[in-house]
């Protein structure tokens, strides 16, 4: 398995990977057209973030993409980890974690970066236990939102 900067030929296998994402984990039916536009403008590079992709023999089986918010209190930046999905035939096999660990490196290798941040559905226990197994601990912040 390997870890790479996803780039426009992964456009497809994303959009799937994020359509099952929110399925699974949300019970959300996803409007194709509009997360396929959203998809392609980070892969083009017009919004502040990457997508990483794990293939196996040259088959995507996992994702992760990472967006960023500065945070003045800390003089930095958090990278925050969004759209995680590992394909269903290759789950508890290490693919989060490679992604998980690309990333961290990536994270403690730039001195602007002060940190990883993400968000779980509050039923999502699976990930969660993932999460406090790669040393991600549950903060005192509640997310709030309003939705246009």
């Known amino acids: 398995m390997i870890v790479r900067k996803a780039n426009l030929n992964d456009l497809d296998v994303i959009v799937e990977f994020n359509l099952n994402l929110a399925l699974e984990t949300e019970d959300k039916q996803l409007d194709k057209d509009i997360l396929r536009k959203g998809i392609e403008k980070v892969l083009k590079g017009e919004i502040q973030g990457k997508y990483f992709v794990c293939e196996e023999e ?18 930095g930046e958090f990278i925050w980890i969004q759209s995680v999905y590992v394909h269903k035939d290759y789950r508890r096999n290490g693919v989060f974690k490679m992604l998980f660990n690309h990333v961290k490196e990536y994270c403690d290798s730039n001195e602007k970066f002060v940190g990883l941040r993400l968000y779980v559905d509050k039923e999502n226990l699976k990930a969660q236990q993932t999460y406090a197994q790669m040393a991600m601990y549950e903060n005192n912040y509640y997310m709030y939102e309003y939705m246009k």
């Open 58 to 75: 040259g088959i995507v089986i996992g994702q992760m993409m990472i967006l960023y918010e500065w945070s003045d209190w800390r003089n």
